[in-house]
């Protein structure tokens, strides 16, 4: 079985500053994606980011990208130029099948 | 990406009775969905997997005969709770997935208060 650790259950960073949320998982699988999902307090869940196992190359989507590294199991989430809109929840997801969550990061911005 | 949309948003029922969740993809087909719970401050916890036109496998510790769940066609899921209890009420969400590792689109979430 799959599971995904998120060490830091809270997390604060300023306005603009940057901060890198951890998640760790493991498997035995080589093939698999791995998430960050975003959940305000509307409780919609939003994809963040992916990364395909398989790519060496570190996702970028905007301001967020990951540190992802194969070997260590290990899969960050950095967020560059933090704004007020990215305070929510923050999942890491394993997907071997079904998407296995870590139990979350609450993320708080900071004026 | 994706519209997966389901509802009732929020809902209210008496203890005892039954409970009708849809989640439905509204520009894709979805051969896999997935049922999650949600406590308040914590991760989602999947629930169950049904593919369409198959029976649903619950994960373990979850009852189907409380939860029961039909995939009757490729756009839609349901998930019926029956026979309602307090300690049922949580926060649902569905997610839709066109296959094995693509990405899955999830719904707003339904949340079911049980009185």
């Known amino acids: 079985a799959q599971t995904v650790t998120q060490s830091q259950p809270e997390m604060s960073v300023q306005e603009a500053e940057t901060v890198t949320l951890s998640c760790t998982y493991d498997?035995?699988?080589?093939?698999?994606?791995l998430f960050w999902y975003k959940q305000p307090p509307s409780r919609q869940m939003i994809l963040v980011i992916r990364?395909?196992?398989?790519?060496?190359q570190n996702a970028t989507e905007n301001r967020f990208s990951v540190n992802f590294q194969k070997a260590a199991k290990s899969f960050s989430l950095k967020i560059s130029d933090s704004q007020l809109g990215d305070a929510a929840m923050y999942f890491c997801?394993?997907?071997?099948?079904?998407?296995?969550f870590g139990k979350g990061t609450s993320l708080l911005v900071t004026p | 990406g994706a519209v997966v949309s389901q509802h009732p948003s929020w809902v209210i029922c008496k203890s005892g009775t039954s409970v009708k969740i849809e989640c439905r993809s509204l520009?894709?087909?979805?051969?896999?969905m997935f049922w999650y719970r949600q406590f308040p401050k914590q991760s989602l916890m999947l629930m169950a997997t049904?593919?369409?036109?198959?029976?649903?496998?619950?994960e373990q510790g979850v009852e189907k005969d409380k939860f029961l769940i039909n995939h009757a066609s490729l756009t839609l899921s349901t998930l019926t709770v029956t026979s309602a209890h307090p300690e049922d009420s949580s926060f649902y969400i569905c997610?839709?997935?066109?296959?094995?590792?693509?990405?899955?689109?999830f719904g707003q979430g339904t949340r079911l208060t049980v009185v």
């Open positions: 997610s839709a997935s066109g296959g094995r590792r693509a990405e899955a689109f």
């Open positions: 498997t035995s699988e080589s093939d698999y994606y």
């Open positions: 990364q395909e196992a398989y790519k060496q």
């Open positions: 997801a394993f997907s071997g099948y079904a998407l296995n």
């Open positions: 520009d894709f087909q979805a051969t896999t």
């Open positions: 049904s593919n369409e036109g198959s029976k649903a496998t619950y």
